[in-house]
């Protein structure tokens, strides 16, 4: 009785070559390598069969799992059926395998747009997953779609809504020059920034399109879809400028906490979502959606918040201070759902009345030109400056930065240190009462 077992010879994660041994009741046992490839750990030897618990992935897709079982079963029915009454070589069973094979015809040619739509639409329908094998985050496919819009613009590719805002603003559309893979270089670049800087953006701003362009052109390559490698010299690097931001103190919180908005129901759940993450140091994707169930109590009886990031699946323990627990009391320990955009415009409003309204003189980056401006620190108030807020109050706490790294996710102290919005003045007034500085007064050199 013949039997047929296919299986790899690699102990590697990635796709490796297929091999098939033939045996039967003539002593014949052969051995050859079949043109399919599959990874090794997604193939019980034994059963013959692929595991049940697998994450598929954009290079072994479950679509290929299927098909490959599909092949196998043809493959040896095909033998099988071919072998009776005749005699069975390593040559023959060579034959029949490479003329069984049959590719799948080519697909039409991936233009670098065709790409861009398939990379986002997978990106969003979780088909396509990040290299932790996990989904990319809403916010990071808004992102894409962002840099998809401004790179068909730069095409001169545009919708009909789009048309019709420039012919009422009497602005002519760029001539349409569609581009693809080969067409990424360095005169691409340059060129792509000066679009962005005519239109008053800012580096930062600039530089997140930037590396949004290389990480589909890398995936694209990656695939076998081109060989360009602009993307990866140096000069063609994401570009940035440090940020000009706020954070509130301590006291400036406690006003805004204090400040009685009964009266003004919206404006009352904008301030208790932007306190929450002042007090916890959490974006605001994370800290606008606390329920009772991210909820626990410690052995030594203190509350707790457990949150797993949305942008980076991180997952963090926050412990619950007076103030805190006193908002989430407030709404049953499920926070309402609220817009930033909303929160945004009312928390500047908020801040205002709450009497934060100094003036700060900051710098800002937009279409490669510095400005000095001055603005009411309340009009500078954003969701984000709660992270910021909480991040800077419990370094200034005393709080050492590897434990608040632990509650705001930062995986190092040199991102985590953009975050401490503390000036020169603010950390003098803190080490002033540093044993070093206090020194001892009792023996003084003579």
């Given at each position: 009785m013949a039997t047929i077992k296919f299986f790899t010879r690699s102990n590697v994660s990635t796709l490796a070559p297929v091999y098939m041994r033939f045996t039967n009741?003539?002593?014949?046992?052969?051995i050859i390598r079949t043109p399919y490839r599959m990874p090794p750990d997604?193939?019980?030897?034994?059963?013959?069969?692929?595991?049940?618990?697998?994450?598929?992935?954009?290079?072994?897709?479950?679509?290929?799992?299927?098909?490959?079982?599909?092949?196998?079963?043809?493959?040896?029915?095909?033998?099988?059926k071919e072998s009776v009454n005749r005699p069975v070589t390593k040559e023959w069973l060579l034959d029949l395998v490479n003329n069984s094979y049959q590719k799948?015809?080519?697909?039409?040619?991936?233009?670098l747009n065709q790409y861009i739509d398939r990379f986002i639409s997978e990106a969003k329908n979780g088909s396509r997953l990040t290299e932790k094998k996990s989904r990319f985050s809403y916010s990071y496919t808004h992102s894409l779609t962002g840099f998809q819009a401004q790179f068909n613009v730069y095409q001169g590719i545009y919708t009909d809504k789009q048309l019709e805002a420039l012919k009422e603003c009497g602005e002519t559309p760029r001539t349409r020059h569609v581009l693809n893979f080969d067409d990424i270089t360095i005169d691409f670049y340059n060129d792509f920034i000066r679009?962005?800087?005519?239109?008053?953006?800012?580096p930062n701003t600039v530089g997140k399109h930037i590396k949004s362009l290389k990480t589909i052109m890398q995936m694209a390559k990656d695939e076998g879809l081109h060989k360009n490698a602009e993307t990866t010299r140096r000069s063609f690097k994401s570009i940035s400028s440090p940020v000009e931001t706020i954070y509130l103190t301590e006291s400036e919180i406690q006003k805004i906490y204090e400040l009685k908005l009964s009266t003004l129901p919206e404006y009352d759940l904008a301030r208790d979502?932007?306190?929450?993450?002042?007090?916890?140091?959490?974006?605001?994707?994370?800290y606008s959606?606390?329920?009772?169930?991210?909820?626990?109590?410690?052995e030594n009886g203190k509350r707790v918040i457990d949150l797993n990031q949305q942008k980076t699946g991180e997952r963090v323990t926050i412990p619950i201070r007076h103030e805190l627990e006193s908002i989430l009391k407030k709404y049953n320990y499920r926070l309402p759902k609220t817009y930033g955009q909303k929160v945004?415009?009312?928390?500047?409003?908020?801040?205002?009345?709450?009497?934060?309204?100094?003036?700060?003189?900051?710098?800002?980056?937009?279409?490669?030109?510095?400005?000095?401006?001055?603005?009411?620190?309340?009009?500078?108030?954003?969701?984000?400056?709660?992270?910021?807020?909480?991040?800077?109050?419990?370094?200034?706490?005393g709080i050492p930065s590897i434990d608040i790294m632990k509650i705001s996710g930062h995986k190092t102290e040199s991102e985590f240190l953009k975050y401490i919005r503390v000036s020169k003045e603010e950390t003098a007034m803190n080490l002033s009462s540093n044993?070093?500085?206090?020194?001892?007064?009792?023996?003084?050199?003579?």
């Open positions: 009741d003539r002593k014949a046992n052969f997604y193939w019980n030897v034994e059963k013959q069969e692929f595991n049940k618990i697998k994450l598929y992935t954009d290079a072994f897709t479950e679509l290929d799992k299927v098909n490959i079982e599909g092949k196998f079963i043809e493959l040896k029915q095909l033998i099988f799948e015809p080519p697909s039409a040619p991936n233009t679009f962005f800087y005519g239109k008053k953006y800012s979502v932007f306190l929450v993450g002042c007090y916890t140091g959490q974006r605001f994707s994370d959606r606390i329920n009772p169930e991210n909820i626990r109590t410690l945004n415009k009312r928390i500047k409003d908020i801040a205002a009345d709450a009497g934060i309204t100094d003036m700060v003189e900051f710098e800002s980056n937009r279409g490669g030109m510095r400005f000095k401006t001055k603005a009411r620190k309340c009009d500078l108030v954003v969701t984000h400056t709660a992270r910021r807020s909480g991040c800077t109050n419990m370094y200034l706490a044993a070093f500085f206090v020194g001892n007064p009792l023996k003084i050199a003579r």
